[in-house]
């Protein structure tokens, strides 16, 4: 397959549903991580098309979704401040803190700019002597080659007025804290394809043998999620619990070793609280002591707080798989893209955004 409609076949998809109602005998529920597999699997009706015996449950695979209140009103706080010019993806714009988000502070006169690299800060601090610029450096495990690389030049190049404030999470102690938690329900997960095509898959070998779940990292495209689905669902009946590879075309078992090597050399291993789910250990990356120079919450002095979700919200349930967007008595009412009471009703993979703009007329 080399182009994007071979990945949308119908006939194809209607071959794979046929066979997963074929190996289907019992009821299973699984876990896709990624909000990109969440969209297309809303966007395509991938759930009509499958066995009513199989429940698809939407994970924390959102970054932008699990930043945790507390990080976005740093990062408010720190883009108010006069001397700062504050740099980020789009993304992030619209992401509710507390009181606030970045487009209000932007409206009002703040220095907010949106880049689509993080290296455009490096000569965005050049072309700015006299400002101190800032990245919110947001992500999963995909995303921290690129922010790596801006602290690593950023050192290189002896820039004194560039600082990141860093809010890097980590999938596998993610799924880890929804096997464990008393509340799951999950059997089987679909992993995100693109942090796996930074980490390969190994490191979910431990998970799958420790919890008998097994875990497929799966592409984003319909055929990608079916195959990952059968392949999952198969493993399920067979009664086994392994790490599989449906996502080939980009994903090696090792992973991309020099995308690795810079991550280890530029960050650490930290707890991280997860925005509506709390705090998870060593599941975030913090700056590495050599570079700690440019971490923007010790050189703001930023202290540490504790926020409270909107009581209405239950996007935390939504994030773990518990309760669907639908379920919220918020959803398309208090909670709309123009209004959002949480960040899964922002992100363009949030998993109330797909619902509210792929299924809200029927509400499943």
């Keep these: 397959m080399k182009y994007?409609?071979?990945?949308?076949?119908?006939?194809?998809?209607?071959?794979?549903?046929?066979?997963?109602?074929?190996?289907?005998?019992?009821?299973?529920?699984?876990?896709?991580?990624?909000?990109?597999?969440?969209?297309?699997?809303?966007?395509?009706?991938?759930?009509d098309l499958l066995p009513p015996a199989i429940h698809l449950v939407h994970g924390p695979g959102c970054p932008v979704c699990v930043t945790p209140l507390e990080m976005i009103d740093k990062a408010l706080a720190i883009a108010a401040r006069p001397e700062v010019l504050f740099c980020t993806f789009g993304d992030m714009l619209r992401v509710p803190g507390s009181c606030n988000d970045l487009q209000s502070l932007r409206a009002g006169g703040s220095d907010v700019r949106i880049v689509y690299s993080p290296l455009d800060c490096l000569q965005i601090a050049k072309d700015n002597p006299a400002k101190e610029i800032v990245f919110f450096a947001v992500g999963f495990e995909t995303t921290a080659p690129g922010n790596a690389m801006l602290v690593r030049r950023a050192a290189q190049q002896e820039l004194k007025n560039l600082s990141v404030l860093v809010s890097h999470v980590l999938v596998p102690p993610a799924i880890e804290a929804i096997l464990s938690s008393k509340q799951n329900k999950v059997q089987g997960f679909l992993a995100a394809g693109h942090v796996c095509t930074i980490m390969g898959t190994a490191e979910y070998e431990p998970l799958a043998t420790k919890y008998k779940a097994p875990i497929v990292a799966t592409g984003f495209e319909p055929l990608d999620i079916l195959q990952g689905l059968y392949m999952c669902i198969k493993q399920l009946e067979e009664g086994q619990a392994e790490v599989e590879n449906q996502y080939i075309r980009a994903v090696a078992e090792c992973g991309n070793r020099p995308a690795q090597d810079l991550i280890r050399e530029v960050f650490r291993v930290i707890p991280r609280k997860w925005r509506g789910i709390g705090p998870i250990p060593q599941s975030g990356w913090g700056l590495a002591g050599k570079y700690e120079n440019f971490d923007a919450e010790r050189r703001f002095s930023l202290a540490d707080t504790s926020v409270e979700e909107p009581p209405e919200c239950i996007s935390g349930l939504v994030l773990q798989g518990i309760k669907k967007p639908s379920e919220c008595s918020a959803f398309g009412k208090s909670c709309t893209f123009d209004h959002p009471l949480g960040a899964p009703m922002v992100s363009g993979e949030g998993a109330c955004a797909a619902y509210y703009k792929y299924r809200r007329h029927d509400g499943t």
């Design 4 to 47: 994007i409609d071979e990945y949308r076949d119908g006939e194809t998809a209607k071959k794979y549903a046929a066979a997963i109602k074929d190996i289907t005998t019992r009821s299973w529920t699984i876990m896709e991580v990624c909000g990109g597999q969440t969209h297309a699997i809303i966007r395509f009706g991938i759930q």
